[in-house]
């Protein structure tokens, strides 16, 4: 159960001792940006409006309407939309930061996302110095996504007793963090409560991790904002999982799949429906780490690799390889793993429970931005539609922080803004090579965009 946790660090500060890249800088508009005679995704509603116009100005979307009646700044830079489609942008709702004391290690990250329609990412792996990060981000001093941020991971091993709980969480509230992650290895259940507790009486939200200890029906009963990579959903239909330790149910319960009982998955749903329990599925984990039918091999061919270092291709690659030789590995009980994961993906959407876009990226062929649009695919797979799919990427993700202005194409929201050279609600590869970004008042052309992203080639 450990691996997840210990390869986060591996391939993060692997990173820090190569010479670094020229950081992406991308200058803020002066005046107004327009978008014109373009087919809009408000993502709200599962719909196209035809032929509008958009104007945004200083980071927000002034107006929105038919081509001819919406009046055009005359300061403004000018998009022709014609044939394109402009949709919210996207929001990484697992992302990982490099947790280091130089920012200037971070950049690199941070320009992977955005430049790939990543405009806001939910850190998952926090450090002290993600909170200045987080207000240069804001300034605009950085360039980079929208930034929420955890604090530093509450697993067994950093707190051990009820007491460092509640200073945990006291301590990182009082620092500024956004939420509490959550991490294996697992607490045990006295000091899960005692966090639980203290979260609750700081209005402290709390995500991620499962402990083993304490279940899926114990996590969705305390209250978390969202329960990440499904932890805890395929053990909890295993009979007789009490009498198990985690090592013998693996990760995500990957080696008890087979003793599962899936007429347990509409209970489960509807408890975490009931409860308002998110979810962040991270099915690309087990898509592509976990699975048996592709190989390390080909996933090293992928085009996005040329971004991550030789030695961390070697790492993910070694790391794979490592599970599917684990004596406990069935291919058939691995593709049995990954099918009642989509099982479970399809009936949240059909119950209502809110599904949340998010990769784990970096992580084993996870590459920040890219991954994403893997994850869409994946949500596809699961029986999703293209519409449900970037929902959970878009306004859920506003929904989730209670943001009525964020992944919505909608007069006086944040603009943060994909032109798409197709409609993603038919195909949502569209998403991949956009056509350009605004992040607030920061334009990224399509030839900016390749620019920029040689710059942060490493092989």
């Known amino acids: 159960m450990r691996i997840l946790f210990l390869l986060l660090f591996i391939v993060l ?3 820090c001792s190569e010479k670094r890249p020229e950081p992406v800088d991308i200058p803020p508009l002066k005046g107004a940006i327009v978008f014109y005679n373009v087919q809009v995704l408000p993502m709200d509603r599962d719909t196209v409006l035809l032929h509008q116009t958009v104007v945004a100005r200083d980071g927000r979307i002034i107006a929105l309407g038919d081509t001819a009646a919406v009046p055009l700044p005359a300061d403004a830079l000018m998009i022709d939309g014609a044939g394109r489609f402009l949709m919210p942008g996207l929001t990484e709702m697992h992302a990982h930061v490099p947790p280091v004391d130089d920012i200037a290690d971070m950049q690199r990250v941070l320009a992977l996302f955005a430049l790939n329609g990543v405009t806001a990412i939910r850190g998952m792996l926090g450090h002290p110095k993600h909170l200045e990060l987080r207000e240069l981000l804001q300034k605009g001093a950085v360039f980079g996504p929208r930034f929420y941020t955890a604090g530093p991971p509450l697993d067994g091993e950093s707190i051990r007793t009820p007491e460092e709980a509640r200073a945990a969480v006291i301590e990182q509230k009082r620092a500024g963090y956004d939420f509490l992650k959550v991490l294996m290895p697992g607490l045990t259940p006295p000091v899960f409560d005692a966090m639980v507790a203290a979260a609750k009486k700081e209005s402290m939200p709390f995500a991620g991790h499962v402990p083993f200890q304490v279940g899926a029906k114990g996590a ?3 209250g978390y904002a969202s329960i990440d990579h499904m932890d805890g959903f395929v053990e909890s239909l295993v009979p007789g999982i009490g009498q198990m330790t985690a090592e013998e149910a693996g990760l995500f319960g990957m080696f008890v799949a087979d003793r599962a009982d899936t007429s347990g998955i509409d209970a489960l749903v509807e408890a975490l429906y009931a409860h308002g329990i998110w979810v962040v599925p991270t099915q690309s984990l087990a898509e ?3 699975a048996p039918d592709v190989s390390a091999e080909m996933l090293q061919q992928e085009p996005e690799m040329i971004y991550m270092s030789k030695k961390e291709i070697k790492n993910w690659t070694n790391t794979k390889n490592e599970l599917m030789s684990d004596p406990r590995y069935d291919s058939m009980e691995m593709i049995r793993f ?3 994961r989509r099982q479970m993906i399809l009936k949240c959407e059909q119950k209502g429970v809110g599904l949340l876009l998010g990769s784990d990226a970096p992580q084993v062929f996870n590459v920040p931005g890219f991954s994403i649009h893997h994850e869409l695919q994946y949500l596809i ?4 539609s293209p519409y449900e799919a970037l929902r959970s990427g878009t306004v859920q993700a506003g929904r989730f922080f209670g943001r009525d202005d964020m992944g919505i ?5 944040v603009s943060d803004l994909i032109l798409l050279n197709g409609n993603p609600l038919k195909d949502v590869s569209f998403t991949q090579n956009p056509e350009g970004i605004l992040l607030g008042n920061r334009w990224v052309s399509s030839a900016r965009r390749q620019t920029e ?3 942060l080639v490493r092989q």
Do not use: C, M, Q
Request: hydrophobic share 55%.
């Open 338 to 340: 990954r099918n009642i």
């Open 453 to 455: 992203l040689k710059k």
């Open 409 to 413: 194409i909608a007069e006086g929201a």
């Open 381 to 384: 797979a699961a029986g999703l």
């Open 13 to 15: 500060f692997s990173s």
């Open 220 to 222: 969705i009963e305390a």
């Open 288 to 290: 592509r780490w976990f």
